[in-house]
Nanobody
């Protein structure tokens, strides 16, 4: 069983920054790929970014490339999503996810970007 807790969301003006955190318990994240997804009102959940177990390879959705950075700190069992130059279309609930013996999701953290 893995528990994921996201934090760091909030209200920010367009052009601002936020750093989201996803802390895992019940399993070390160092051996697994971790991903961030988001879901805006009325839309399907979409991929945002992912990072490999070693942290050496990252992947981003085209819509966030150059603005978002995913990283991990294995010692804290935590993955981060640094979000810069935020846009109103980034408004969504952001979730982290990990697949070990099963697929686990956090409860999400709300990000709201005002224009």
């Amino acid at each position: 069983q893995v528990q994921l807790v996201e934090s760091g969301g909030g209200l920010v003006q367009a052009g601002g920054s936020l750093r989201l955190s996803c802390t895992a318990s019940g399993r070390t994240i160092s051996a697994y790929v971790i991903g961030w997804f988001r879901q805006a009102p009325g839309k399907e959940r979409e991929f945002v970014a992912a990072i490999t177990s070693s942290g050496g390879i990252t992947s981003y959705a085209d819509s966030v490339k150059g603005r978002f950075t995913i990283s991990k700190e294995n010692a804290k069992n935590t993955v981060y999503l640094q979000m810069n130059n935020l846009k109103p279309e980034d408004t969504a609930v952001y979730y982290c996810t990990i697949t070990t013996d099963a697929e686990y999701w956090g409860q999400g953290t709300q990000v709201t970007v005002s224009s």
